[in-house]
Structures are given as C-alpha cells and as structure tokens.
C-alpha cells in the first residue's frame, strides 16, 4: 500500500507538472527544461487535462478527503456545541437522523434526560440491529429506533423539538423528500442541525462530501429558515466541517 500511494504521488507530481509546462507553452513561454529519463529514453509524459488531474488527485487522497471523521464522543467538542445548537435540555424530544452505530443517539438520550425522547433512523438493516443493540447496552428506556426509507425519514408528523443529521446529508439521493419529511417530523419552531464536510477538489456531491451552499439552497427551498452556518465545526481532525442551522416556521409558509 505505501509503494502504490509513493508510486500514485509521483505520477500525479509528474503530471501536474506536465500540465502546468503545458499551460506556459500555450500561453507562448516557453516551459523549463526537464531531465530526460534513463530508462525510456527522451520519452516524456504528455500533458494532463483537468479530468486526468482530478483523477490522480482522487487516487492520492483516497481515505483522505472522503473521511468522514472520528466517531461520536459524548465527552468530545462536538457535544459541547450540539447542545447550544439544538438547545438541549431535560424533556427534549429529538431525531437522530442516519444515526449509524448510534453514539450520537446515546449521548442524545441521556442529555434529554428519562422525561425526554430520542428516535433514532436508520435505511440499513445491520445499522438498524446495532442501534438496537447500543440502545439495550446503554440501558435506555427512551430511545425509539426508527427504519427509515431513501424518501422519508420515517419519523411521526410534529414529533420534535429538534432533529440532527450527522455526516449523513451527502448519502441523500432524494433530498427533497427527506427535506420535506424533516419540516413535517418538526414542531412549528423547532431547530434542523446539519452537520457535513465539503468535497475535495473539482467535485459538487456525493460519496465525498456536499458543498454547504448546497445545503442550505436545499434545505431552505423545502420551507425551513436558515439561522446560521457554522464552519469550524469540530470531528474531523485538520479537515473542514460545517453545520448548517435552520428553523421550521413558526406559520407554514405554504399557508400565507
């Protein structure tokens, strides 16, 4: 593996040189001369495009920008901020939203305290057994735990006073309906946290990441009213996360 990722490097060094020789001699310099190889001969590289580029950098990065961080920590930063953000306190009920191996459920359901409740969504099966699991072993009396569905969150209609999505909004294929299924789960009032990271490089969403201007068109199109976007957000060692806030009206918008 460290062969492949020296031998990944030094070809994406030798083509975004290539490219950037390129660029000088089309904009009529003359490029800086380079040693000709010993076991080719004269042969040199040809330049690399942009999708050539992109490429390589991806193969570089691999495990790096599409990290999606370190898990949940109740005693970690995040819970700090979380708490400000969705305005937690003792008789909360909220969502946890894609809520994977279920740390964040935990440390939900124990902020809320025993008079308070969390739900907690999964689409996968086994993420959906180990949720129970994690529920059982913490000794959890006011958890739901909730299958969801690729266009719905699966959530009751005005069951909450707030809902998180931890790295899950970028796994969205249908963003609108979930969106419109987060504004109908909400109580006229309550707070939409989402927490994601930007994608590397050339990309605009996906698997690696989705832009926080995407989110907030998005989100803010499906009737919420954005708050504030935080970008400093915390989880991710020396790369970049945000999280987005929004406010489900206190009035429909579709009723005025």
Known sequence: MNNLRRFTLATLLGG???????????????????????????MT????????????????????????GFGFRADGPEMQRLRQVLVLEAGKVVADVGAGKGELTVALA???????????????ATRLKQLRVA??????????????????????????????????????????????SLLQALRPGGVLAVIDFPPPFFW?????????????????GSGFEPLQLIDDWPGRGPLQSYCAVFRKPLADPRDR
């Open 110 to 124: 124990r902020e809320v305290r025993s008079n308070g409740r969390v739900f907690s969504t999964e689409i996968n």
């Open 135 to 180: 529920v059982v072993d913490a000794r959890l009396d006011n958890v739901t735990v909730v299958e969801a569905r690729s266009h719905e969150t699966g959530l009751p209609p005005n069951c909450c006073d707030a809902i998180v999505l931890r790295r899950v909004y970028h796994h969205l294929t249908d963003p609108a309906s979930i969106n419109t």
């Open 204 to 220: 605009s969403r996906g698997s690696l990441g989705v832009p926080a201007e995407v989110v907030v068109t998005e989100v803010a």
């Open 45 to 68: 590289p040809p330049p690399l495009g942009r999708a050539a580029i992109t490429m390589l950098l991806s193969a570089a990065c691999t495990g790096c920008g599409s990290w999606t």
């Open 16 to 42: 975004v040189a290539a490219g950037i020789g390129f660029k000088a001699f089309a904009h009529g310099r003359r490029p800086p001369p380079r040693a000709l190889g010993t076991r080719l001969g004269a």
